[in-house]
């Protein structure tokens, strides 16, 4: 799988561009501390280690990166860098395009809202 795209705000952008492959950057991610695996829920995103259960303002993406499946570039994958408020640093991983987690996609994009919605607010006037 070919990386496309990563979040712009990213610290470590320039250490990225040798990361050819989904199994590749989670390794490196465990290396950062991000140890943990998340999981959409009924009631939110879970903990996969701990079983704690998390709401969109609970979480922060540190980052993302998509991949492109070589055979096949439909086969689209996403993998989530996330933070939570008490401090677990952890991982997602979901189908890109047309074959995502639609429930998940959805909690995303509202933990993004969130995201948008504070930085906005403590930007100077």
Known sequence: MEEN???????NVEEVPHMKSL???????VLEGYEDDFKI?????????????????????????????????NDNTIMYVIETTDGLKGTLVDAYGPY???KLSEFMTQVENIHKKTTKSDAPS
């Open 5 to 11: 795209d990563s979040l712009e705000n990213n610290k």
């Open 23 to 29: 199994a590749l950057v989670l390794n490196k991610m």
């Open 41 to 73: 829920a009924d009631k939110g995103l879970r903990s996969l280690k701990t079983e704690k259960i998390y709401q969109p303002e609970q979480l922060n993406i540190v980052n993302f990166f998509r991949f492109e499946g070589q055979s096949d570039p």
């Open 100 to 102: 995502a987690d639609r």
